[in-house]
T-cell receptor
Framework: NAGVTQTPKFRVLKTGQSMTLLCAQD?????MYWYRQDPGMGLRLIHY???????AKGEVPDGYNVSRLKKQNFLLGLESAAPSQTSVYFC????????????????FGAGSRLTVL | GQNIDQPTEMTATEGAIVQINCTYQ??????LFWYQQHAGEAPTFLSY??LDGLEEKGRFSSFLSRSKGYSYLLLKELQMKDSASYLC??????????WGAGTKLIIKP
């Protein structure tokens, strides 16, 4: 079982370039998330999806777009990269989002380290 | 605003016990999570508390006091492989996760 797979693992961009990060999960999870992790800060939610064909904004959505055309894939796009988007990006998935009875544990991918020059 | 506070870094000795504290101020409460993150790797789930009290899982235990907005993660019989960052996260009234910045735990022989 691969779990959550992110590609690419590393990428260097120049300011203004665009790119897409791909996240794939094989656990049939409904919910998928994109986070960024910066030194000295907690994980911050960029966008999330509660099912195929749906997306929603998180805490820091500006400068990013997402798509969830297939249940197992969640794409994060940067239209015009800026140095402030230099970060480690984590994709995660969970079986549900508002589960009163359970923990709704997140399974994370290994991360994608993006540097914008 | 919403806030999760954890110590930035802690050091402990192999074989000892360490307690990592987490205090929170959030809009509502629907559970508290602890995740472990080794350097350069993904966070992995350790524990979940939604009711007051202690949850024990092998060498790891997690405690919650909702009235005090406080949790701790207790690691016993420390091993070198426990060197990692420990992330505290609270699920608020909108079922959104609010994350602390993490506590980097350094284990010395």
């Amino acid at each position: 079982n691969a779990g959550v797979t992110q590609t690419p693992k590393f990428r260097v961009l120049k300011t203004g370039q665009s790119m897409t990060l791909l996240c794939a999960q094989d656990m049939n999870h409904e919910y998928m998330y994109w986070y960024r992790q910066d030194p000295g800060m907690g994980l911050r939610l960029i966008h999330y999806s509660v099912g195929e064909g749906t997306t929603a904004k998180g805490e820091v959505p500006d400068g990013y777009n997402v798509s969830r055309l297939k249940k197992q894939n969640f794409l994060l796009g940067l239209e015009s990269a800026a140095p402030s988007q230099t970060s480690v990006y984590f994709c995660a998935s969970s079986s549900s989002g508002t589960d009163f009875s359970g923990a709704n544990v997140l399974t994370f991918g290994a991360g994608s380290r993006l540097t914008v020059l | 605003g919403q806030n999760i506070d954890q110590p930035t870094e802690m050091t402990a000795t192999e074989g000892a016990i360490v307690q990592i504290n987490c205090t929170y101020q959030t809009s509502g409460f629907n559970g508290l999570f602890w995740y472990q993150q080794h350097a350069g790797e993904a966070p992995t789930f350790l524990s979940y508390n939604v009711l007051d009290g202690l949850e024990e899982k092998g060498r790891f235990s997690s405690f919650l006091s909702r009235s005090k907005g406080y949790s701790y993660l207790l690691l016993k019989e420390l091993q070198m492989k426990d060197s990692a960052s420990y992330l505290c996260a609270v699920r608020d009234s909108n079922y959104q996760l609010i994350w602390g910045a993490g506590t980097k735990l350094i284990i010395k022989p």
